[in-house]
């Protein structure tokens, strides 16, 4: 997709969904403005590099990070810890999630919205909850006088996203285009959305096993909208 300028300032929105792929979907829209999209790729790098000088942890800056992974202290590159007690593994491990979303508090004119929905058809309402966030996103871009991009973590072949961004009514568009799909595990700041998503996700799932951060995001983004049930 081309980017071409327009009369109304850019918004950026990094988007990722989180849930149990069952019964309870989440999304997360982390929105940047253009002009302030140079400092927050510095503040999530400056982080990134604190990870990776960090003895206990030692996870280089092009090592994807995924909340699910960081917060079972699996993957790849988080078995590096040189922490030898499995206790402070683990506690290492997730405090990478509450360090991202403290990034992500600090960053300038960030905007983050969450949103659930509770479900017994994960498959249909996924996209519907992806286009329920759309529509406020736009009137959000509406209220504030921005143009919008929605950059999804996917490879492009969710339609359904697509046709959420086809069916906004014309006369009141003000996210321009089609999603813009890119992987997460190559982008920072999909990452940093991601950490959102599953952030807003254990809030309102309250997953047993997760219980450490059932109150994180809203203790560490307290100027958040959501998590919103749509």
């Given amino acids: 997709m081309t980017i071409t300028a327009a009369a109304a300032p850019l918004r950026l929105y990094y988007v990722d969904d989180s849930g149990d792929g ?22 999530w790098l400056s982080f990134r590099a604190e990870l ?35 206790e402070l593994h683990l506690r290492h491990s997730r405090e990478v999630i509450l360090r991202g979303l403290r990034t992500v508090s600090r ?32 009137a959000e871009l509406t209220a504030t006088g921005h143009h919008g991009i929605m950059i999804v973590d996917g490879d492009g072949t969710e339609a359904s996203l697509r046709h959420a961004h086809q069916r906004l009514p014309e006369r009141e568009r003000r996210v321009l285009g089609d999603p813009l799909f890119l992987p997460a595990r190559q982008n920072h700041l999909l990452q940093a959305a991601d950490m959102v998503a599953y952030a807003a996700f254990q809030n309102v799932a309250k997953q047993e096993n997760r219980r450490f951060m059932w109150d994180w995001f809203g203790s560490v983004l307290p100027g958040a909208d959501g998590p919103r049930a749509l």
């Avoid at 994960?122 to 329920?132: E, F, I, K, S, T």
């Fill in 22 to 43: 069952r019964k309870l979907v989440a999304f997360a829209a982390l929105g940047i403005d253009l002009m302030h999209s140079a400092a927050a790729m510095h503040s």
């Fill in 52 to 86: 990776a000088s960090d003895a206990r942890l030692l996870i280089p800056a092009s090592a994807a990070l995924h909340s699910q992974e960081l917060a079972g202290a699996r993957g790849r590159h988080v078995h590096r810890s040189r922490s030898t007690d499995r």
């Fill in 107 to 138: 960053i300038t004119g960030a905007r983050v919205r969450a949103v659930y929905r509770e479900t017994d058809d994960y498959a249909r309402d996924r996209p519907d909850l992806y286009a329920a966030l759309l529509r406020h996103v736009n």
